[in-house]
């Protein structure tokens, strides 16, 4: 065959490879037609709003909605209450983050150490924590810590402590609610990995000497830095903007909104004082940390070797 010859065969060979090439793409098509126009337009919506000077009177009709430019985030940007509640709602999620993968990584290992019916008990209860919804889990815990009535005041002798009075108490009253819903998630995905990952490494370590915690460290946690990756983002994302658990334990944001965080910051001035333009514009904000959040540390694995 000459060379004339074997070009159409090459090229016949090529587009089949092609065409597996983009084949999981054409798979992601039906999804993709579902997903991104629920993302696409409430984005465009919230970034259109934040824009303009729409008030109570823009939405009923009394007056024109006018397009202002950046001046609702000038507004922002100008305000001491919103650098104070970034500040606490950065902080809080951090916090929220650290002990909740820190009590789904210990819950996962144990998972692995305790009997098979034992574990079967954790992972139910586990599982009727994540099940229940955030406000039926908040109005629960909000009687077991009630001020007259409440269980834990009555074991603790405390009758009359109103746990949602002092500032750091009502966040960590909350924070306890949040790892109490979220540590679920992380633990079985954490477990989920662990079994995935080949025995003979870890009987290798045994066998080198590495004692539990070594092996742990050592082992177990570079093999799941793709699984931790997942949980993190996952996790920075559910607990920077943590909204139902604020607003029903702490009745909008505390005394004199000493436990606002940016989502109920967001709510206040969109809805309870109908400057709808300043509560998009909080949005806004609110999604481009995120994003920015969430290409450092992707950036930082990568950088790090990991395959993601």
Same mark, same amino acid.
């Given at each position: ?12 060979? =090529? ?15 039906? @999804? ?8 696409? *337009? ?19 009709? $009394? ?8 001046? /609702? ?5 100008? @305000? ?8 606490? !709602?950065?902080?809080? @999620? =951090?916090?929220?983050?650290? +002990?909740?993968?820190?009590?789904? &990584? ?24 994540? =099940? &229940? ?16 009535? $409440? ?10 402590? /109103? ?6 108490? %009502? ?20 477990? @989920? ?18 004692? #539990? ?5 050592? +082992?177990? +946690? #570079? ?30 944001? $505390?005394? %004199? ?5 940016? /989502? ?29 959040? !969430?290409?450092? *540390? ?6 790090? $070797?990991? #395959?993601?």
């Amino acid at each position: 065959m000459t060379a004339i010859d074997a070009g159409p065969a090459v090229a016949g060979r =090529a587009r089949p490879r092609t065409r597996r090439q983009f084949a999981p793409l054409w798979m992601l098509l039906p @999804a993709a037609a579902v997903l991104v126009p629920l993302f696409v *337009y409430p984005i465009y919506q919230l970034g259109l709003l934040s824009v303009l000077d729409f008030r109570q009177a823009q939405v009923s009709g $009394g007056q024109p909605t006018r397009f202002i430019g950046l001046d /609702n985030y000038a507004e922002l940007m100008s @305000a001491p209450k919103f650098w104070s509640v970034l500040w606490a !709602t950065v902080v809080f @999620a =951090a916090a929220l983050v650290v +002990v909740t993968l820190a009590v789904g &990584a210990a819950l996962a290992v144990l998972l692995t150490k305790v009997s098979r019916w034992a574990a079967i008990a954790l992972s139910l209860a586990a599982m009727a924590a994540w =099940a &229940a919804p955030a406000m039926t889990g908040s109005t629960v815990w909000m009687f077991l810590f009630d001020t007259n009535l $409440g269980l834990v005041n009555r074991v603790l002798g405390w009758e009359g402590h /109103n746990w949602t009075y002092e500032r750091f108490s %009502a966040f960590a009253l909350v924070g306890a609610v949040v790892v109490w819903h979220s540590f679920p998630f992380v633990m079985v995905t954490l477990y @989920a990995g662990i079994k995935a990952l080949p025995e003979q490494v870890l009987e290798a370590a045994q066998l080198d000497g590495a004692g #539990p915690w070594r092996s742990f460290w050592s +082992v177990t +946690v #570079p093999m799941l830095r793709p699984v931790i990756a997942i949980v993190v983002i996952q996790s920075i994302i559910w607990d920077f903007k943590i909204f139902t658990q604020i607003y029903v334990m702490t009745n909008g944001g $505390g005394i %004199a909104g000493q436990n606002l965080t940016l /989502n109920v910051y967001a709510y206040q001035q969109a809805f309870a004082s109908s400057e709808y333009g300043l509560g998009s514009a909080i949005g806004v904000v609110m999604m481009l940390i995120l994003l920015a959040v !969430t290409l450092v *540390y992707l950036r930082m694995l990568r950088r790090s $070797g990991e #395959p993601l």
